[in-house]
C-alpha cells in the first residue's frame, strides 16, 4: 500500500482513544489502526483501499464485524489495479449486522460475498463503477432495505442468478403475483443507471434467454415510489410494479418494454391499474418511444409532469391527447418533430408548455395561447 488507505470518521466516536488513533490515520497509518475502535458509531469511509495482497492483510484485520454501534460503511477503492484481491479484502471488512448503510465503489471484484445478504438492519445499498461484478448475492428479503443504486456496473448481466429455479429466490415459493412471500419488502427507491448489458432481474441456470421471466417474477412492494433507468439498452425486464405505487419515474436510453410490460397488465383484470398514481415521467434516448400502447396510457390518471428528451426519430406524438391529467408537458431536442396534434386540446389540466430545440415544430395548434410557454431546463 503506497500512500495507506485513508478513512474518515463522522457522527460519534465512543472512544477517546479511537479518536486520536483515527486523526493520527488519516496521515497515514494503517488500516490496522480500526481494530482498536470496536465503540465507534457513525459514519465510517475508508478511502484508497488497494487490490493487492498487503491490502487485503490489512483489510482482515481491522475487526470489523465487532464494531456494533457503526452505522454507514464506504468502501472507495483506487483506479489502479495490477493484481486483484479485491473478493477476499472486502470479505475481511464484513461489518456487523446492525449496519444501516453500505456503499462499494471501484471494487473489481466478480462477486459480492454472501454476508450482504445477512445484513437484516440495511436500509441503503450502493454499488459504483464496480466493473466486474457479475451479479449481487440475493437482497429481495432484506427487512428494512428501501433504497438500492447500481451506477456503472459494465459486467452486470442479471441482478440474481439462481442456481436450480426460480423458487429458490423466495425460499422455495411460488412466484405468483399473489405470493405472500415478502419481496423487497421496504423498497422504495430504485436506480439502474449505466448498466450496458444488463437484460433483468433474474436468470436461472440453464433457462432460455428468451423465457418471459417477468411473469414469473413477483411484483415490487407497494412501498417504491421511484424508479430510475438509465442507459441500460438491453433491459427486457424486470418484476412488476403494482398499482398504487409509483409517484415518479426516470427512463432514458432503454428498450421501453419494460415500461409496456407493466401497462399490459392492465389488460388481464379491471381491477389492476399499473401506473395509476404516477405524477412524473421522463423519457429520453428512447427510439421506441412511438411503440406505446395508446389504449393502456389511459390509465396514467395522476401524470402531472411529462419530459420527453432527445429523441431524435419524434415526429409527431398521436397519444399526448389520452393523458388528460398533465399539467406541464416538456419536449426538448426532437429534431424531427414537426408538429403537435389537435389532441393537445384534450389537456384540459395542461398550464405549461416547455419546448426547446424543436428547429422543425413551427407552429403550435390554435389554442394554445392560454398556455405558459417555458424553456426546458438542460440535464
Known sequence: MAEGALFYLAGKVLQL????????????????ELKQLNNLGGSLVIKNLGHGKDDMVECNATDMKEKQYLQELQLWWDDGESECYDEMSLEGLQPHPNLKMLRLSHYMGMRIPSWVSSLNNLVHFELYKNRRLQHLPSLNQLPFLKSVFLYEMEALEYIWIGEDNVSNMLGGSSFTSSSKTAFFPSLSSLVLMDCPNLKGWWRNSGDDDNEPHHLLLPSFPPSLFHLQIGRCPNLTYMPLIPDLTLKGSIIYGCPLLVLEQTMKMGASTSTYFPLSQLEDLELYWINDL????KERLQNIISLRELYIKRYDGLGSLPWIGILTSVLSLNIWECPKLTSLPQGIHNLTSLKELGIDNCPNLTSLPRGSRNLTFKKVENS
Open 17 to 32: 482513544l479511537g479518536s486520536i488513533i483515527a486523526e493520527e490515520a488519516r496521515s497515514g497509518g494503517g488500516l490496522s
Open 290 to 293: 412511438k411503440l406505446l400502447p
